[in-house]
């Protein structure tokens, strides 16, 4: 299985990582730190799931989401934030994300996303 | 129901300050000693009832607000303690000062057992600090009150007044709006320079030198000084100068006002008498000169001289003495001198310490027999201090004008001085 | 006195801290006003007075009347929270929590310390839960200022070390908008690096 995880916040980066990789450990990650990457390494890689920050520089997570969705209709694209506001989460849904998850991301949430996405 | 007695409610009511346990409804679960004995209401007669009952008069609204947020957050929250009392009423004792008749609380709302959706309140009495804050504020604004007074002293002051500030070396650190009006300077075109540029070179050194020493003695110092507006036109100023001492006792800096005397000097100009010594003033004797020299027929044998007469160390006379006894000095020379006189000769103030005398139908040994007798008279003069004299002295000859009489009286002058003083010296 | 370094790692995982401290912070007042609020990403910078004297002044017009709340907290982590809401906002807020049309000086004053309570609270517990430390609060305190002379601290301290962490709260439908600054100074900015250090440490075990 392989995830792409795109975050400007290395600490975001590896306390995501460190779950997945406690609950999958043969799972490969990728990592971006910027929407750019993302879109490339996305290409590149295909990945099943994509782990997604909203706030990045070069292109934001709301630009990268609609590249990537548009490059691949069926991408699950699940997007990590620290907006917990219901109205925020509704907007991005819109945009074609899978599901929207508050950061910190917790192992129980992880375990949804992976049963919910993967299996 | 009475309040049980173990350690924490012994703690509790040991506290200074109040403490109660209510909950969402407002119904209190726990009410310590300080709240009894400061509202009056018992442990008993307050547990198991609203708050409501006692208090009906708080907002609610607020305070319940308040309960959920704590709850929710699981936080505290707290109230505004600088405005009037919000919480519950609480009376105050003081007597002696009437500011405040309920206490001044600050209140603090923290979760106690969250899932049964009580909180603890805690007030505290800020009356103390809060008048204190009150007076703070009070005076706050009668020093802004007094400022804004205090400024517009200040700016009729500097509209007004020809005023220069200069530092300890004199070098100017200020000046007044109405002086660079007045003298025709740009607002900072004087700072930084020494005050002696503004003075022109008709005010003699010796001024200057009476002024620092006595500014150096930490004395105010006033006279006349001649000064240039920017235009370079001089004007006469009565100046008053002031040392100003820092609260350390060390010279701060100097403060000299001005004040326009041009037309007194003029006046005085005009005026033909010498105020101090009462002779003829210097434009006067100009005019005797004139005239003496025009409109008389004067020959070999019966001529006219002129007579320059200085007095001998003046200056260690003012030092050591003071000006005022210098002056007076002046004035019993010009008594004794007008004393010894002949009808028909003429004697001025001619300067500071000079005296200049027209006489007429002598010779050259007339002219000095009398310059002569004048000498010891002013020897002869019992003061405080012993007065001495030179004198120079000059015969009109054919050709002769004021200027070069004056010259050949100066040099003969010069010569006595020369000789020892106290000497007379024809040329 | 010694400058405390604060890497990049350490700047990283600060930011990151603080924009989960944000975010919960929004929707806790988008839930108390039942309105949507624009999240927004906090700047952090180190600097020392003159610099925090320039940084509110670059940050806060000058033209208007403000509420200025300061709060302090403490424990194993302290600083100062600071609230800072144009008058026009806080009797927005006033409006919008009292439903009444002319809220009283008091009710503003209330509404402006509940703001600030749920503003601290959220954004300072949400930060010490990560770091793994209980603070506590203290009462704040709540001037009207005019101008954007918010603090009064004389240059002869200028030489304080502090991190500057700020944001902005901003509910634009309902014209509320308010800054968030929370500061820390010298050996609380140690403190701070040392949690921040164990989190690191945590997560790499």
Redesign the interface.
């Known amino acids: 299985m392989k995830i792409l995880v795109a975050d400007d916040?290395?600490?975001?980066r590896?306390?995501l990582i460190?779950i997945v990789k406690e609950l999958e450990p043969s799972c490969e990650v990728i990592e971006a730190e910027n929407g750019q990457i993302a879109v490339e390494k996305f290409q590149e890689n295909s990945p099943s799931i994509v782990f997604l920050d909203l706030?990045m520089p070069i292109i934001d997570g709301y630009e990268a989401l609609a590249q990537i969705i548009e490059m691949n209709p069926k991408a699950q694209v699940v997007v990590v934030?620290?907006?917990?506001?219901s109205?925020?989460q509704a907007q991005v849904i819109a945009l074609g994300a899978k599901m929207v998850i508050?950061?910190?991301i917790s192992s129980e949430k992880m375990q949804t996303v992976l049963q919910q996405l993967v299996f | 129901m009475t309040k049980p007695v173990d350690y924490p409610n012994i703690l509790l009511d040991a506290l200074e300050h109040g403490v109660m346990i209510v909950d969402e409804e407002f119904n209190v679960v726990y009410w310590n000693q300080w709240l009894e004995i400061n509202t009056g209401h018992t442990y008993a007669s307050m547990v198991g009832k609203s708050l409501l009952t006692f208090y009906p008069d708080i907002d609610y609204r607020t305070l319940q607000r308040k309960i959920r947020t704590t709850l929710r957050l699981n936080s505290p929250t707290f109230y505004d303690a600088s405005l009037n009392n919000r919480f519950i009423p609480i009376p105050r004792n003081k007597i002696t000062s009437s500011v405040l008749n309920t206490m001044q609380l600050q209140v603090t709302i923290s979760p106690y057992v969250v899932d049964q959706r009580m909180v603890m309140i805690a007030v505290y009495d800020i009356s103390d600090l809060h008048e204190l804050k009150l007076t703070l504020q009070q005076q706050m604004k009668k020093i802004a009150q007094l400022n804004v007074e205090l400024q517009h002293d200040k700016q009729i002051i500097d509209d007004n007044l020809l005023i220069v500030k200069t530092d300890g070396e004199f070098h100017i650190i200020e000046v007044s709006k109405a002086f660079n009006v007045f003298f025709g300077f740009e607002e900072n075109e004087l700072i930084g320079w020494p005050l002696q540029i503004i003075y022109s070179d008709k005010t003699p050194l010796s001024e200057y030198t009476h002024m620092k020493k006595t500014l150096q003695d930490l004395e105010r110092w006033s006279g006349e000084i001649e000064i240039l507006s920017k235009q370079s036109k001089a004007l006469w100023m009565d100046a008053v100068v002031t040392p100003w001492i820092d609260h350390l006792g060390v010279l701060s800096s100097y403060t000299a006002i001005y004040h326009d005397i041009t037309d007194k000097k003029r006046l005085e100009l005009l005026a033909t008498t010498d105020p101090l010594t009462k002779l003829y003033n210097r434009y006067r004797f100009d005019e005797i000169f004139d005239v003496t020299l025009m409109r008389e027929h004067w020959k070999t044998g019966d001529s006219f001289a002129l007579v320059i007469a200085d007095i001998d160390h003046f200056k260690h006379i003012n030092d050591a003495y003071g000006h005022q006894r210098g002056d007076e000095v002046l004035v019993r020379i010009a008594e004794v001198l007008r004393r010894t006189l002949r009808e028909g000769d003429t004697l001025a103030r001619w300067g500071g310490e000079e005296f200049i005398f027209l006489l007429p139908h002598v010779d050259a040994l007339r002219a000095i027999l009398v310059a002569e007798k004048l000498r010891v008279a002013v020897e002869k003069l019992s003061l405080f201090v012993n007065v001495q004299l030179s004198f120079g002295v000059s015969l009109f000859v054919a050709g002769d004008t004021q200027e070069t009489l004056l010259n050949r009286a100066d040099t003969a002058l010069y010569k006595a001085k020369e000789n020892g003083r106290n000497k007379v010296e024809l040329l | 006195m010694k400058l405390i370094e604060f890497s990049g790692d350490h700047l990283d995982v600060l930011r990151e801290l603080m924009n989960i401290a944000v975010g919960n912070a929004t929707a806790s007042i988008a839930d108390l006003l039942k309105a949507f609020g624009t999240m927004h990403i906090p700047k952090i910078t180190i600097s020392d007075i003159t610099g925090l004297k320039q940084y509110i002044q670059d940050t806060i017009p000058s033209e208007n009347s403000h509420y200025v709340t300061k709060q302090l907290f403490g424990g194993p982590l302290g600083g100062e929270f600071i609230f800072v809401i144009t008058d026009e906002s806080a009797i927005n807020f006033g409006n919008h929590l009292y439903d009444i049309d002319a809220p009283k000086d008091a009710d503003i004053y209330d509404a402006v310390i509940e703001l600030t309570n749920i503003l601290s609270a959220t954004m300072i517990s949400r930060l010490t839960e990560e770091l793994n430390v209980k603070v506590q609060f203290f009462v704040p305190s709540t001037q009207i200022i005019k101008g954007n002379n918010l603090i009064d601290l004389d240059e002869a301290q200028g030489y304080a070390q502090i991190i500057i962490i700020s944001t902005q709260m901003e509910f634009q439908n309902q014209n509320i908008n308010g800054h968030i600054f929370i500061l820390t100074k010298d050996a609380m900015i140690q403190s701070l690096k040392d949690l921040i250090d164990h989190k690191l440490e945590e997560l790499y075990a």
């Open positions: 916040s290395k600490l975001a590896l306390s460190k706030t934030t620290a907006d917990i506001q109205q925020a508050p950061k910190p």
